[in-house]
């Protein structure tokens, strides 16, 4: 016995798993036996609602959709075809008395000017509320502000 004084906390520990793997297995093992053979509820057909039929139709992209996607399509059925103020706007007339209005939800939004008609880059700026922004081709912008839809 002397010589298991050192592995006594091993073999404690050991002895511990053990039994709580025991435990773990019987309780396993006894409630599948008792759902295999508990005859309490009735069974469930793997075909149930796979099949076609007359009565059911699938669902269109609207019940199918979550999140974003919703709130596009719904904005979309409302009349909005740019629910999020992505499309590209024409320029106005860019003075600094009459900047062209870029409208936004928010208190600053990133603007990218198209400075050149055959121009390959993007000028990107922030734009902040109430500060209107002049773009290196000399176009002025300002963010106007844009009340929130609730489609709910």
């Known amino acids: 016995m002397s010589n298991l004084l050192p592995f006594l906390p091993t073999l404690k520990m050991a002895s511990l798993i053990?039994?709580?793997?025991?435990?773990?297995?019987?309780?396993?093992v006894l409630l599948t036996s008792v759902r295999a053979?508990?005859?309490?509820?009735?069974?469930?057909?793997?075909?149930?609602?796979?099949?076609?039929?007359?009565?059911?139709?699938?669902?269109d992209n609207l019940g199918h959709s979550v999140g974003a996607e919703r709130f596009e399509l719904l904005s979309q059925l409302a009349g909005n075809e740019d629910p999020?103020?992505?499309?590209?706007?024409?320029?106005?007339?860019?003075?600094?008395?009459?900047?062209?209005?870029?409208?936004?939800?928010?208190?600053?939004?990133?603007?990218?000017c198209i400075c050149e008609e055959d121009a390959i880059s993007i000028n990107w700026m922030y734009l902040h509320k109430g500060e209107p922004k002049r773009c290196e081709c000399g176009y002025w912008f300002k963010l106007a502000e844009l009340q929130p839809v609730n489609l709910s």
């Open 84 to 112: 999020f103020e992505m499309n590209v706007k024409k320029r106005a007339k860019g003075t600094f008395d009459e900047p062209t209005l870029v409208p936004s939800i928010n208190t600053k939004r990133l603007v990218g």
């Open 37 to 59: 053979s508990s005859a309490s509820h009735a069974v469930v057909d793997p075909l149930k609602g796979k099949v076609p039929t007359d009565q059911k139709s699938m669902p």
């Open 18 to 28: 053990v039994r709580q793997g025991a435990r773990l297995v019987r309780r396993n």
